[in-house]
């Protein structure tokens, strides 16, 4: 029997052989992709980190999901993009051609979508505590809550590979998911585009909702006024002149201008009788 061992190959030197790959693949395609990490750390923020605990949650995926962290960290993720329902990568592997690794993702379940809504509305304070994964841990909790959060499950996951590997999760698939909490590192919008769903209503619903009790909390206020109200009937007697409601606006203005002018020959003769008041002493 004949075995066929496949000669071990260095770190460094697969590190080199997917930069140089990397540098020939940018003369044609200068739009690539390639995910890179700084030390071992996988995942930094709270998205990445949820989603790479989502999968190894999993027992389908915890076993062999592993496989990949190795392929990430040397770089052999030359390209991957997120789009709506699918991820798509080109991944370094022992071969001199990348393979070329989909992974289409389920739509969010619109039921699931509207409980989480809900469960939500009270806990949210703006997109950008959303993102950047400052908010509650019990808002955590139901966003990663198994089968009913917004994490997908291994039956909504499809993967597929061009590598000859029997193995539905070969080592390129599973950088490729782990590639994907990179990639949400880097901008947490994506997990929303995934997984079809739209991050603004999730923070509309709970901005609505605060503005309605702020509009009900005024509305039990007591209103008050620094208006003085006049008493029609003594302003009438006052100034011998029938005032009479919701006339017309010229009616009113001639109405004004009586009464001002009726005032002003009021302060003239107060202040001639003054004069002479004065005048005698």
């Not at 990430?72 to 370094?92: A, N, P, Q």
Request: glycine share 6%; charged share 30%.
């Amino acid at each position: 029997m004949n075995w066929r061992f496949k000669p071990y190959v260095s770190v460094a030197k697969k590190k080199s052989n997917a930069k140089k790959k990397l540098l020939q693949l940018q003369k044609k395609n200068p739009n690539l992709k390639p995910i890179s990490i700084a030390g071992r750390t996988l995942a930094h923020t709270w998205w990445g980190k949820a989603w790479n605990d989502n999968l190894e949650k999993y027992a389908d995926y915890s076993n062999r999901i592993g496989r990949g962290r190795s392929y990430l960290r040397h770089g052999s993720i030359l390209d991957l993009k997120i789009s709506k329902g699918k991820v798509e990568s080109l991944v370094m592997g022992s071969s001199s051609k990348p393979y070329s690794i989909e992974i289409k993702i389920s739509k969010l379940n619109k039921d699931k979508w509207s409980v989480i809504n809900k469960k939500t509305k009270n806990m949210i304070g703006s997109l950008q505590e959303i993102l950047s994964g400052k908010f509650p841990k019990s808002l955590g909790e139901v966003f990663t809550a198994t089968g009913v959060g917004l994490f997908p499950a291994p039956e909504e996951i499809k993967l597929k590979c061009s590598c000859p590997d029997w193995a539905v999760m070969c080592k390129h698939v599973a950088a490729t998911l782990y590639g994907i909490g990179v990639r949400l590192d880097e901008n947490p919008e994506l997990f929303f585009t995934l997984r079809g769903v739209n991050l603004v209503d999730l923070v509309s619903l709970a901005v609505k909702k605060r503005k309605s009790e702020l509009l009900e909390s005024a509305s039990k206020k007591k209103k008050t006024s620094r208006s003085i109200k006049v008493d029609d009937s003594k302003l009438s007697a006052l100034f011998n002149i029938e005032l009479v409601n919701d006339v017309p606006n010229t009616a009113k203005t001639t109405t004004k201008k009586i009464v001002s002018s009726t005032l002003r020959k009021k302060k003239i003769v107060k202040k001639k009788k003054a004069g002479k008041v004065s005048k005698k002493t």
